[in-house]
C-alpha cells in the first residue's frame, strides 16, 4: 500500500511538471497607452457634452492603472469612485450596472462590497478583446449610476474597432 500511495504521487508530479512545460508562456493582451487615453478622454467628454463633471480610469486586465483624467469641476471623490468601479469591473469581468443587479436580493454578492476597491454601482464597463477581458473603464462623477455606465460606454465604442 505505502509502495503505491508513492507511485501515485510520483505520477502527479510528473503530470504536474509536465503540464507546466507544455505551456512555457501565457498569451495576453493589453491596451496601449494611446488607445487608454482616447478612451478616457472620450468618456469625459460624452459626459461634459450632457453637462456632467466626470472622472476616467482606464486599467488594464491586472487592475493597473494607465490613465486617470479628472474632468474641469469634477469632484475630488470622483478619482476614487472611477478607480474602484474600473477595478470592480476588471476584477469580476462584467460591467458594475450587472453586477450592482446581482448585489440585490437572494444570493447577494453585495457582502463582496467588503473587499478593498470593490464598488456594486454602474459605471465600470469591460474592455474585451473576443472573450479575453483585457481592461476597464471606470467613470465617476455624473448624478446617477446609469449616466456614468454611458459615459464609460462611449469611451469604449471610441476604440472598440481598434482594439487588436
Known amino acids: ?4 500511495c508513492k507511485m501515485a ?28 487615453v482616447e478612451a478616457a ?9 450632457q453637462g456632467y463633471h466626470e472622472t476616467a480610469v482606464v486599467l ?12 474641469d469641476g469634477t469632484g475630488i471623490h470622483s478619482l ?13 469581468k462584467n ?4 453586477l450592482a443587479e446581482r448585489a440585490k436580493g437572494e444570493d447577494s454578492i453585495a457582502p463582496l462590497a467588503k473587499l478593498p476597491h470593490v464598488m456594486f454601482f454602474g459605471g ?3 474592455i474585451k478583446l473576443g472573450d479575453e477581458v483585457i481592461g476597464s473603464i471606470g467613470a465617476a462623477g455624473a448624478p446617477g449610476a446609469k449616466l456614468d455606465d454611458g459615459c464609460a460606454h ?8 481598434r482594439l487588436k
Not at 1 to 4: E, N, P
Not at 10 to 33: C, E, F, K, Q, Y
Open 154 to 161: 462611449a469611451g469604449l465604442d471610441k476604440i472598440r474597432d
Open 95 to 98: 460591467d458594475t450596472l450587472a
Open 1 to 4: 500500500m505505502k509502495h503505491m
Open 41 to 49: 478622454s472620450e468618456t469625459v467628454a460624452a459626459c461634459a457634452r
Open 124 to 126: 465600470g464597463v469591460v
Open 9 to 36: 504521487m510520483v505520477a502527479a508530479g510528473t503530470l504536474v511538471g509536465a503540464s507546466t512545460t507544455w505551456a512555457d508562456t501565457l498569451t495576453t493582451h493589453r491596451i496601449p497607452a494611446a488607445l487608454a
Open 60 to 71: 488594464d486586465a491586472d487592475g493597473a492603472t494607465i490613465v486617470t483624467l479628472r474632468g
Open 80 to 92: 476614487d469612485s472611477a478607480h474602484d468601479k474600473a477595478y470592480t469591473s476588471v476584477s469580476f
